[in-house]
């Protein structure tokens, strides 16, 4: 079995820029959102940090945390977002070791519970999340599964 390297962003601070982009190639989202978030992590602005899983020095896995993941709940935060894994390295547990990494950095800087909205059904109850609610997501036309973990 192989072995990456989980990191946080603060661990290597060096791959922000590589960091924010391979987050923007993933979802859309501009760079420029993801370097303030990151900055303001490495600042010690916001507990609220960015995961990583490398394989060498290549990026294959990751998410981060934010005050409100683009939905109408900004009483539920903070946010678990931009969770992926490199097509060719998923079902090898990748997701789900990030997610008890970020669940446990966050219980121990005492944020608890933490949240997130997706559409997916069964692969985040794995790794002790719960279903909460439907939100509605800004500018989208369906309302989206929101899940805690406490």
Not at 39 to 56: H, I, M, S
């Amino acid at each position: 079995m192989k072995k990456y390297k989980y990191i946080t962003l603060k661990e290597e601070p060096t791959i922000k820029e590589l960091a924010a982009e391979w987050f923007h190639n993933k979802w859309g989202v501009p760079t420029e959102a993801y370097l303030e978030c990151m900055d303001a992590y490495l600042r010690n602005e916001t507990e609220y940090g960015w995961y990583l899983c490398l394989d060498g020095n290549l990026i294959i896995g990751g998410l981060g945390v934010i005050e409100n993941d683009f939905h109408d709940r900004k009483d539920l935060a903070p946010n678990v977002c931009a969770v992926f894994t490199e097509d060719k390295y998923r079902c090898q547990g990748i997701a789900g070791n990030l997610l008890n990494m970020v669940v446990d950095d966050m219980k121990s800087k005492g944020v608890s519970p933490i949240y997130l909205v997706t559409d997916h059904i069964g692969f985040y109850e794995k790794y002790g999340w719960e279903f909460l609610c439907m939100v509605q997501g800004d500018g989208e036309p369906d309302m989206t599964r929101m899940y805690i973990h406490k």
